[in-house]
């Protein structure tokens, strides 16, 4: 679905509305662009399996703020780790190293970034859904090193490796 146009009185994205992407397995629909806030934000709605996980990266030019809709989802900032549930915020400023671990079934993620741009990650490290749904498990991705590559031109650098399950 093509995604709406920005206008000096903003826009509204719906259900189910937003570019869709298949990212390392979620679904992920980008709900609103920098270029469509001219630069501020990001916001991208994720469904993600039980076991997707983040390696642990840092943001060089923007924060990140994490919502949990549904399921539990925990994550690491910096030295920490904690459960997130159904209304729960996770706040991963820039400088420090974050990641999360999805330990439900699945899990329904807002992620809204400041300022806008790394939805250009999602976009180049995945593959344009061909359906709102969650990828066939057959579904090809770039290898950890190629999504490095384009993390960095993002200002994003990996500085550890993803959460583990939970023991």
């Known amino acids: 679905m093509t995604p709406p146009a920005a206008t000096t009185a903003g826009f509204i994205t719906g259900?189910?509305?937003g570019e869709a992407v298949w990212f390392r397995g979620a679904l992920v629909l980008l709900k609103a662009t920098a270029q469509q806030t001219q630069g501020r934000y990001a916001v991208a709605e994720w469904l993600a399996p039980k076991g997707l996980a983040?390696?642990?990266?840092v943001h060089r030019n923007d924060d990140e703020l994490f919502l949990v809709l549904d399921g539990e989802v925990r994550f690491q900032l910096g030295d920490e780790v904690v459960q997130g549930t159904a209304g729960s915020v996770a706040y991963g400023p820039r400088g420090v190293a974050h990641s999360f671990h999805v330990d439900s079934q699945h899990a329904h993620l807002l992620l809204i970034f400041g300022p806008g741009g790394t939805?250009?990650?999602?976009?180049?490290g995945g593959n344009p859904a061909r359906a709102h749904a969650m990828p066939p498990a057959d579904e090809e991705y770039l290898d950890a090193a190629a999504l490095a590559a384009i993390g960095e031109r993002y200002g994003q650098t990996i500085v550890g490796p993803p959460l583990l399950p939970r023991a």
């Open 15 to 17: 259900p189910q509305q």
């Open 119 to 124: 939805e250009g990650l999602f976009r180049e």
């Open 54 to 57: 983040a390696p642990l990266h």
